[in-house]
């Protein structure tokens, strides 16, 4: 008995220590992270489009907004401050109302916590300049998002599930950020997308990340890359060109590349490295594996209307609506 007296006096004095960190002003509920910063944690009663402060007073003492760990379920538009550093795990889950926030003006943000926005009913995100870390699972489910930028190059790993089920992203163009993982399932399910844009140095692709995007009709995977996951374009259904720039087959298994039809997908590889790829493991399994050179003798037409151009120091010809560079692989 004296033990759960003792157990019940320790919860009671938690609870007036947690009473006494927070406070309520204006709708929101902040918790007093030390003596200059605080958490917005809740708003139960306000609703539609909302505007969070960036600093607030209470007792006396002015505080600095620095990180938010929820908001109410009936708001549609929200307006975080320039000083917000830190999204909690959750903090938007399940707010299916939750259509906009202001991300250009979120300069200072450094992460995103996991799950923050699973099944949230955003629309639209840019990941801001300073964001360095994105959670498991921070946008899953976001089944309303039409348009992903990524802004920052200081994020360098895409982690398990971020964008899984998001079924009305059609692109991602990840070409000029610092990436070098993309994390299991990060893309799984996005049956919506078609047009993918991986980072030169790009080195692992994580089992299933890209599984299940049933739009997907081709894939370039960058020169870097030495790790290639269980089944990381499984199931998708409308692929027919896979193009490798290394001039080694990474190590791939018979798992590699389970469950998509090898019959129907060629693969390109660079010049001279097709009988490598004939003889990996994994790789062999393609029926058609093609350097691309002979793209150029399929050139139809008036050759007199092929156009050259330069660009970028490499010289290109146009035939129609196609572009080939000069050793006959269509770019």
Partial sequence: MKKIAFCIVLLAMSCLATMADSF????????????????????????????????????????????????????????????????????????????YINWEKLIGLQTIGARAFTYSGIKQVTIPANVRTI???????????????????????????????????????????????????????????????????????????????TAMTELTIPPMVTTLGDRFLAWNTSLKKLTVQSYNPCAATSKTFEYIDKDQVTLFVPKQTVSLYKNATGWKDFKYITDGTQAIEN?????????????????????????????????
């Fill in 299 to 331: 050139v139809t037409g008036d050759t007199s209307k092929l156009i050259k151009s330069l660009r970028d120091g490499q010289i290109f010809i146009f035939n129609g609506d196609k572009t080939y560079t000069l050793t006959g692989q269509e770019y």
């Fill in 135 to 213: 959670e498991e699972n921070a946008f899953s489910g976001c089944e309303e998002l039409t348009n992903l930028t990524i802004q920052t190059v200081l994020l360098k790993e895409i982690s398990k599930g971020v964008w899984d089920n998001c079924t009305k992203l059609t692109t991602i163009d990840l070409s000029a950020t610092q990436i070098n993982k993309i994390g299991e399932n990060a893309f799984y399910g996005c049956t919506a997308l078609k047009t993918v844009k991986l980072p030169q140095i790009l080195q692992e692709i994580g089992a299933t990340a890209f599984a299940g995007c």
């Fill in 24 to 99: 309520e002003k204006d709708g929101f509920y902040y918790f007093i992270e030390d003596e200059i910063q605080v958490t917005v944690w809740n708003s139960t009663t306000l609703s539609g489009e909302v505007t969070v402060p960036a600093n607030v007073s209470y007792n006396g003492k002015n505080y600095i907004v620095t990180k938010i760990s929820g908001i109410g379920s009936n708001v549609t538009k929200l307006n975080l401050p320039v000083t917000l550093k830190e999204m909690d795990e959750q903090c938007f889950y399940g707010t299916d109302k939750l259509e």
